[in-house]
């Protein structure tokens, strides 16, 4: 590992000096949006959010749960024994907001965090206010289920955010002194614990550790936690991803977070390390995901039965699992297999997750949160319960800090650099002023109204010598789309260039002022499942550049969602509405309602003949952004719609 | 409440008195069976079956417990808190096996496990074996989850079972001693608990117990279990069937199992009391479960999480649950309501359940046992576990001794009688002798190789002047079925009265050697599911008879049974294979197989244009009963099949 470096600056997964990364990340003060889907977002997300979230922790004995081990508070243990990583998240999110907004009151909030963790650490490093006083004997007792290695993670991971965006080194101190803890503890060595985490999720912050301090033993360490798993020491369920060595894996299974935390972590080892068997494993994992365990939003975990990944194919829509958290995790694989390859088939899910998979779990007020998102919901009450809506926090609340924390680091998602490179990965309105490796800075301006728009232009602002890395999305092709993408200098057109799924490599040295203008086509597609994904038979759903749409009852009053059917040869319209929820594209045709012959009333079976009696009416369809369902009330919602 | 009867007569559900039941039942030693489908299976059953559970109930610990409490064991409490119940269902099983063969082993058996019981018994009546010893200050602690009442409810069928087969009163006062007991201890009266049981099973118990003893105290004391829930008094849970008042509940909800014991139950105490708004809540419960929450085979529970009855429609075929155990309790339910109502649709459902929800849930060979019964199965096994297969036994063992029980009853489920009235259900070649409520005994043979053949011939050996109420099936009507079912008398066919669905009633004065010829059409029908199922759109589901076909790997090397697809006007042959599987009729039909074009490699989801690529070819198809699969090693199954 280099030395550590002398500056320091807010950047989301610091591969800057990763030896096997062929992608540099971007700080996140290089980038200053200017658009009107993600600004909005972030500042809601540091206004509102991030302050709500921090009353709960304070409501829930989060917080007193660090102030109980620092002596300031009287009281038993609050809540679940791994909330210690909802602060963590928290303090990683709040970092991250302030890395590029002035916000006196948040950063107030977040050094009384900070001081209340360092306070609460005990004298040989340890950290854990579920295993501190009472509990203190049984530290390490139960590694597959305890989740402090998973808790510890997420103050790594926070630590490196607050060291990067404040400067201040006291909160990755105290991460160090447990990171050392952590490393003199677990291993093969005489004396050490053989053992791996239950919950992964440490992989990835001891590696960003070692970026941050130079410290090369916590990658050595988290190399350690992941070749740990598959030698039974946990148990050896394929649901704690420990039936078979990592890199002898042929697929997620298990619990979904943790196998994508897992394969996250394991693209960090391999930016460092260059592992060819372990980045083999990784492509074979990744191929069977996207071809036969996500959903068409790039949520994973099909299952509620332990929040996991289901067999091949098993992808139902009103019973998806599809936790945040897991799309969450999605976006974050996604962006370190594209660090380390370049690849935008990466970029495309990671993309295609961000919008649909982790944004929804979100309201548009930023104060309500989905931990499980149905892909459809017939909209009545389940007995006992009711109809399944966000809430504004849950007793387990890994998501709502983890879709904080999403947000805030958005903008870093938006650029990588490389040599004398500038990658564009998804678009956004924004200015940035980027540094590359081969020293040149270079400053450009992004116009767009991505995503309700294809077109986006970049103006060049620094003349010089050097490429654009310009990513034209697979969804640009197949199917009825029309027009092919294409990209234009000065407003003349680049030829050969332009593959969907792939960068667009554009050099040549550039005047101030010169434009590039990205054009890609935003018909609505349609798109099928894979035929063994068995609901999904005979069904499209819509796509729009990034989006998946999805129809809601409350643009449907009297109609049963499921009783829709779009024609084969329906032509759509889209309109952005600025009124509605929060300004949206709709996608508008016109499809049939056919309501089930009264036949079916009395017996779900019946003897078919050649044709069913038919109940079919026109109607107008509306669709809209999946990310953007559930605010209008509770309701029904279908992603997939009958084709007919 | 009448005296209690002189004489004992093995009865599976003695509605004989109970004033509210339309139809009395036969007992099982008035029939013998004379066909080559139950007959070896009940053979198969006693020799092999419940000789081989009761080795495990032996090697498992369920012996020694009671054991330990009757002071001959020294250890610990072994399994699970509720495995008494497993002891209990067996000795239900064994002893109507016993009610029509002699079987020295399995007697010798019994009488052993008896005397444990007996001896097990506590001074006050209490009897439970994790509630004794070390845990007595614990008993009914915790109604909901702990299943005391749930245990004593199996206790109390055996009791019954053993005292109607063998004429002894031992176990039947040990459980009168048990009932006095929990009679004192639960209800509404000062000193009283109040209280319901988390698992349902005590109120079918309690009212057969009460038809045994006579004593009506068992059966207000099973209206009192009813009327607790709903009163939140545990917990007010949909899942315990909780939330509301049985009464007032519109639908099955939670646990499948106990949702339909108690349902079953429920129907008892009409039968009994006759309770107007408990009738209309039952056909409320029913009507809901057959048009929404039932598989094509009469199985219920769509929900792996919590074993539970999911929502609407919610019927996933891989990942259905249709436990035996729900599948045996549909069973029973639809039972007891033929027999308050005397209606076929009731029937129906019985028939359906009996051979696709029950029957599966058992190998051929008699040994190994489904506990989860999915409708699909696509071959590849699950990482760390391997493919779905039937056991020998689980640490939950409710299933095998289930089916034991329901095979052993299964002559019982034949026949019913009312005033002057033979009431035939389902159909079996057998030798009956039927005391009719009018004073009459009718002895008649049936010749059938039903569910093979549709055609019955009953001949009538007792002149006379009495009805028979033969059942023609729901399954003769609708789709594409040729010839309507039709019934003669001595060849001269009778008209008008043949409605499918319903019984038809043929009254006369019989002279010896009538005989009364049924004709139900056996074509192959293509069944489709309501189009809110949404893994059945665009499929269909062969039947034939009572029976649910499947398509199984064994019968087609190479072949992804998920690729397959059968031709609308796709005709069918069938064929008796004595050979396969036990002597099976299989269905035989042309289709294609059409495999997922290359691009699916890559992606699940692709950009639909007017037709995606096909990759088809034809392949003869051969479907076998449901019951019969995963009878030659693990593969794969599809019920549902593609249409095209």
Known sequence: MPDRPAAVAPVVVDTSRSPEARLRPVPLNAIRLTDKFWKPRRELNRNTTLKAQYLHLEKTGRLDNFRRVAGDFDGDFQGIYFNDSDVYKWLEGASWALATDQDAELAEMVASVVSLIERAQEADGYLNTYFALERGNQRWTNLRDMHELYCAGHLFQAAVAHSRVTGSERLLAVAQRFADLICATFGSRQGQIEGAPGHPEIEMGLVELARATGESRYLDQAAYFLGARGRGLIGGRAYHQDHVPFREADRLTGHAVRALYLSAGAADIVAELGDSELRRALNRLWDRMVSRQMYVTGAVGARHEGEAIGADFELPNARAYAETCAGIANVMWAWRMLQITGEAAYTDVMERALYNAALPGISLDGTTYFYVNPLAQDGAAEPGSGVHQREPWFGCACCPPNIARTIAQMPGYLYSVSDDLIWLHT??????????????????????????????????????EYGLNVRIPDWCQGGDLGDPPTLSINNAPCRGTVVPGQYATVRRTWAVGDSVCIQLPMNVRRVKAHPHILENTGRIALMRGPLVYCLESADHKGIDLRDVRIPRDASFETTFRKDLLGGIQVIQTNGFVEEPAGEWRTSAYQCAPSELRRNRRPTELTAIPYYAWANRGAGAMQVWIRED
Do not use: H
């Not at 081969?438 to 400053?443: A, C, E, F, R, T």
């Not at 109204?449 to 602002?461: A, F, K």
């Open 427 to 464: 678009y956004v309105a924004n200015e940035a002023s980027l540094s590359l490796p081969n020293g040149l800075k270079v400053d450009l301006v992004q116009r767009t109204r991505y995503p309700w728009s294809g077109q986006i232009i970049v103006e060049m602002l620094t003349p010089g």
